[in-house]
């Protein structure tokens, strides 16, 4: 167990909807990541919070959005659903803003049909 | 053509055998070198990382980076069946833009007792 907590486990909803992922990093961590995994384009990186604060921005489309509030856990919204939107979208969390030991929770695995 | 480049598998091996993971990369501004083993249904952990050039050896595992054939290798010595995973390479450029990890697609190892 990575200490790293992410809701709901699964989701399945319809396109053109709107659904929230939660996460709760690891007790001290301040950065928060968020990645999507699909079997197409493996692990890619989101979108990175420390202490509230955007970082960093991956392939994020604009449709999704994110934000970490002040108790640290984050929030990612993706909205206007596509079928291509399927996929396992993980949260991973660490101590710093910039480091490589980055602790990762069990997923959240979104199926839009 | 992707930055990263891992061969999905599947790989098989008898228990007890060494066992060897590649990944190949382009972008020649990589400096740290990540793995990362995901089992079923969970999120990807850390395993090692080294940085730059040479050998980095943790138990039964050993990282081994070349930047001149922009080349990295996992190297898993007595391989047990508990080693049966996906295995992420991971890449960066620097520390401060150590968020923007780029995942290879990972491969899968399946070790027979």
């Known amino acids: 167990d990575s200490g790293v907590t992410q809701t709901p486990k699964h989701l399945i909803t319809a396109t053109g909807q709107r659904v929230t992922l939660r996460c709760s990093p690891r007790s001290g961590d301040l950065s928060v990541y968020w990645y999507q995994q699909s079997l197409d384009q493996g692990l890619q990186f989101l979108i990175q919070y420390y202490n509230g604060e955007e970082r960093a921005k991956g392939n994020i489309l604009e449709r999704f959005s994110a934000q970490q509030f002040p108790d640290l856990h984050s929030e990612l919204n993706l909205s206007s659903l596509e079928l291509g939107d399927s996929a396992l979208y993980f949260c991973?969390?660490?101590?710093?803003?910039?480091?490589?030991?980055?602790?990762f929770g069990p997923g959240t695995r979104l199926t839009v049909t | 053509q992707k930055e990263v480049e891992q061969d999905p598998g599947p790989l098989s091996v008898p228990e007890g055998a060494i066992v060897s993971l590649n990944c190949t990369y382009s972008n020649s501004a990589f400096q740290y070198f990540m793995w990362y083993r995901q089992y079923s249904r969970k999120g990807p952990e850390l395993l090692m990382y080294t940085y730059s050039s040479g050998n980095k050896e943790d138990g039964r595992f050993t990282a081994q980076v070349d930047k001149s054939s922009k080349y990295i290798s996992l190297f898993i010595r007595d391989s047990q069946p508990s080693d049966s995973a996906t295995y992420l390479c991971?890449?960066?450029?620097?520390?401060?833009?150590?968020?923007?990890?780029?995942f290879g697609s990972g491969t899968r190892l399946s070790i027979r007792p």
């Open positions: 991973a969390s660490s101590v710093d803003q910039a480091s490589y030991e980055q602790y």
């Open positions: 991971a890449m960066s450029s620097g520390y401060s833009s150590a968020s923007k990890i780029i």
